[in-house]
């Protein structure tokens, strides 16, 4: 099994940053993508940005400019820079991975527990 842990979220007013960070760890034989999804109340799970194994990079149109995201392979894990937050980007944050297990079988998608992130206006 993969097991993810987020940490980083909170409350902040508009304008400023936070960052979250989310390491993977268990019976991880590789990983290829990771990112962050998020999903407001009664709104539909988000893709906010994803990264690849190889640094490719990939943002929602509603973040671009704003929030970078980053990884460190050799310790599996993933952040999320997240400046000039605005109201809008309240949310319960979800770190993901895709990786295969050295149990065999296909990739598959991870889910972490979700840190909630709250903007004030």
């Known amino acids: 099994q993969v097991q993810l842990v987020e940490s980083g979220g909170g409350l902040v007013q508009a304008g400023e940053s936070l960052r979250l960070s989310c390491a993977a760890s268990?019976?991880?034989?590789?990983?290829?993508?990771m990112g962050w999804y998020r999903q407001a109340p009664g709104k539909a799970r988000e893709l906010v940005a994803v990264?690849?194994?190889?640094?490719?990079?990939n943002y929602a149109n509603t973040v671009k400019g704003r929030f970078t995201i980053s990884r460190d392979n050799t310790k599996n894990t993933v952040l999320l820079q997240m400046n000039s937050l605005k109201p809008e980007d309240t949310a319960t944050y979800f770190c993901?991975?895709?990786?295969?297990?050295?149990?065999?079988?296909?990739?598959?998608?991870?889910w972490g527990q979700g840190t909630q992130v709250t903007v004030s206006s």
């Open positions: 993901f991975c895709n990786a295969k297990s050295t149990t065999g079988g296909a990739n598959l998608n991870y």
């Open positions: 268990g019976s991880i034989f590789s990983i290829s993508a």
């Open positions: 990264i690849t194994n190889g640094g490719n990079t």
